[in-house]
T-cell receptor, first 112, second 114 residues
Framework: DAKTTQPPSMDCAEGRAANLPCNHS???????VYWYRQIHSQGPQYIIH???NNETNEMASLIITEDRKSSTLILPHATLRDTAVYYC?????????????FGQGTTLQVKP | DVKVTQSSRYLVKRTGEKVFLECVQD?????MFWYRQDPGLGLRLIYF???????EKGDIPEGYSVSREKKERFSLILESASTNQTSMYLC?????????????FGPGTRLTVT
């Protein structure tokens, strides 16, 4: 599985867009990019995933570069409740186990 | 909304006790997972199950067993609790195949073994 690199921490003003980058320069053609977050003292929460096209759902947008070596998770209007650790994961969805491996992630602090 | 519930948020047990952690999901998911999460070590898979009565070892199964008698319920058993099993335990569920990595987690059980 491709390794991912994320900045350890970021700040964002409440109401502004939060753009969280992830580098996955060794991603292979059949690997998807998944994003999760974990609010303090809660279980992780699935946010979004994508292969090569940009994706949007009710929580966030995922922008994947054309060469697929990096991606950005966008929270369009961050709120204080979006303060969490955000994890970028690269996996092949057809593999058997479904085992998730979280790296260190990015701690996003949304400030009033 | 997918809902995954765990039997306790906080649990304190003594060394040597048998501990049962229960997880229930209401979305008819085939896959269910037990992870533990420790500071500096991240998320580690203990066991998972892709069907009733089926189980597969994860990365750290030693000291644990599991039971899946019904599709919606997945239990983690600590046969004889030890202090190094003090941790946050997280249950998750998902559909099979291409959706296996879209996992829905419960709130976690923080277990302390004294």
């Amino acid at each position: 599985d491709a390794k991912t690199t994320q900045p350890p921490s970021m700040d964002c003003a409440e109401g502004r867009a939060a753009n969280l980058p992830c580098n996955h320069s060794t991603i292979s053609g059949n690997e998807y990019v998944y994003w999760y977050r974990q609010i303090h003292s809660q279980g992780p929460q699935y946010i979004i995933h994508g292969l090569k096209n940009n994706e949007t759902n009710e929580m966030a947008s995922l922008i994947i570069t054309e060469d697929r070596k990096s991606s950005t998770l966008i929270l369009p209007h961050a709120t204080l409740r979006d303060t969490a650790v955000y994890y970028c994961i690269v996996r092949v969805p057809s593999s058997n186990t479904g085992k998730l491996i979280f790296g260190q992630g990015t701690t996003l602090q949304v400030k009033p | 909304d997918v809902k995954v519930t765990q039997s306790s948020r906080y649990l304190v047990k003594r060394t040597g006790e048998k501990v049962f952690l229960e997880c229930v999901q209401d979305m008819d998911h085939e896959n269910m997972f037990w992870y533990r999460q420790d500071p500096g070590l991240g998320l580690r898979l203990i066991y998972f199950s892709y069907d009733v009565k089926m189980k597969e070892k994860g990365d750290i199964p030693e000291g644990y067993s599991v039971s899946r008698e019904k599709k919606e319920r997945f239990s983690l058993i600590l046969e004889s609790a030890s202090t190094n099993q003090t941790s946050m335990y997280l249950c998750a569920s998902s559909l099979l195949g291409r959706q296996a990595y879209e996992q829905y987690f419960g709130p976690g059980t923080r277990l302390t073994v004294t």
